[in-house]
């Protein structure tokens, strides 16, 4: 299947610190793109890789799960490892967890998390159904473009395949567990108003992480995709200069310019 205008992954060969992206659940590259092109802007080495079953058609995701879309951001995460001095991860939603999950696991190879309404656990009573209910029912309604600025848009599917979202749950049960061994400095943002993922998985992932230099910001102005609506300059100029406070060639190139 073709790939969706706008949903195709990002890579930029830059200086010695890199950044790795990871993308919602049933979004695409399209939601990271103006963030990673801040980025890819300013010298560091980028990737935003599309998650296997994403940015085609919802029926492709059906096939996939979260061993699949671990993979592909672990497999980035190594390819940018080899390149770069440093490396950082961040996500948004689903990707937050990716990126959590990363950090846990590699550890010194990871130096610090960013993360945007990243989610914890799949909510609502429907959730405890979908081991049984997913084998009868597809697809239920969509989630992209939870977006409060006017005129903006995620490229996202219009449906949620079942299997998937069970396969997220696990996913969520599997990363929860793994929070305590996420000991990297964290930049956790989120959005009061969101409509996908509740202010609650934040509070739950801050309580369970072992990092001890943690940076907690609100989105006022922005639902779930924030990284697509009115915060998102601030939430690429604080993760520039969340880098740049731990990566010391960023900060010493971020104090020359006055940037």
Same mark, same amino acid.
């Given at each position: 299947?073709?790939?969706?205008?706008?949903?195709?992954?990002?890579?930029?060969?830059?200086?010695?610190?890199?950044? $790795?992206?990871? %993308? &919602?659940?049933?979004?695409?590259?399209?939601? /990271?793109?103006? #963030?990673? !092109?801040?980025? =890819? +802007?300013?010298?560091?080495?980028?990737?935003?890789?599309? $998650?296997?079953? %994403? &940015?085609?058609?919802?029926?492709?995701?059906? /096939?996939?799960? #979260?061993? !699949?879309?671990? =993979? +592909?951001?672990?497999?980035?995460?190594?390819?940018?490892?080899?390149?770069?001095?440093?490396?950082?991860?961040?996500?948004?939603?689903?990707?937050?967890?990716?990126?959590?999950?990363?950090?846990?696991?590699?550890?010194?190879?990871?130096?610090?998390?960013?993360?945007?309404?990243?989610?914890?656990?799949?909510?609502?009573?429907?959730?405890?159904?979908?081991?049984?209910?997913?084998?009868?029912?597809?697809?239920?309604?969509?989630?992209?473009?939870?977006?409060?600025?006017?005129?903006?848009?995620?490229?996202?599917?219009?449906?949620?395949?079942?299997?998937?979202?069970?396969a997220l749950r696990n996913?969520?049960?599997?990363?929860?567990?793994?929070?305590?061994?996420?000991?990297?400095?964290?930049?956790?943002?989120?959005?009061?108003?969101?409509?996908?993922?509740?202010?609650?998985?934040?509070?739950?992932?801050?309580?369970?992480?072992?990092?001890?230099?943690?940076?907690?910001?609100?989105?006022?102005?922005?639902?779930?995709?924030?990284?697509?609506d009115h915060d998102a300059?601030?939430?690429?100029?604080?993760?520039?200069?969340?880098?740049?406070?731990?990566?010391?060639?960023?900060?010493?190139?971020?104090?020359?310019?006055?940037?």
């Amino acid at each position: 299947m073709p790939v969706l205008p706008g949903a195709e992954p990002f890579r930029h060969e830059g200086g010695e610190v890199g950044v $790795l992206l990871c %993308h &919602g659940f049933t979004g695409s590259p399209q939601s /990271l793109r103006p #963030w990673a !092109d801040f980025l =890819a +802007e300013r010298g560091l080495s980028v990737e935003l890789p599309l $998650l296997p079953g %994403h &940015g085609t058609r919802w029926q492709d995701m059906q /096939l996939t799960g #979260w061993q !699949d879309w671990y =993979a +592909e951001v672990d497999r980035a995460l190594r390819d940018l490892s080899g390149r770069c001095e440093q490396v950082f991860v961040f996500g948004l939603s689903m990707g937050g967890a990716l990126a959590l999950r990363l950090a846990a696991k590699h550890g010194d190879a990871v130096s610090g998390v960013v993360v945007v309404n990243p989610g914890n656990k799949v909510h609502g009573l429907a959730a405890h159904a979908l081991p049984v209910v997913r084998h009868f029912v597809r697809s239920t309604k969509g989630i992209a473009s939870d977006i409060a600025k006017e005129g903006s848009a995620e490229v996202g599917y219009d449906r949620v395949p079942l299997h998937s979202a069970h396969a997220l749950r696990n996913f969520f049960r599997l990363v929860d567990r793994e929070l305590p061994q996420v000991t990297q400095p964290l930049l956790l943002l989120h959005s009061p108003q969101d409509h996908v993922v509740p202010p609650a998985d934040s509070a739950r992932i801050l309580g369970r992480v072992s990092s001890a230099d943690v940076t907690e910001i609100l989105l006022e102005q922005s639902y779930h995709v924030a990284t697509l609506d009115h915060d998102a300059e601030r939430i690429f100029e604080e993760s520039y200069a969340f880098i740049g406070r731990l990566a010391p060639s960023v900060g010493m190139k971020g104090s020359t310019t006055g940037g």
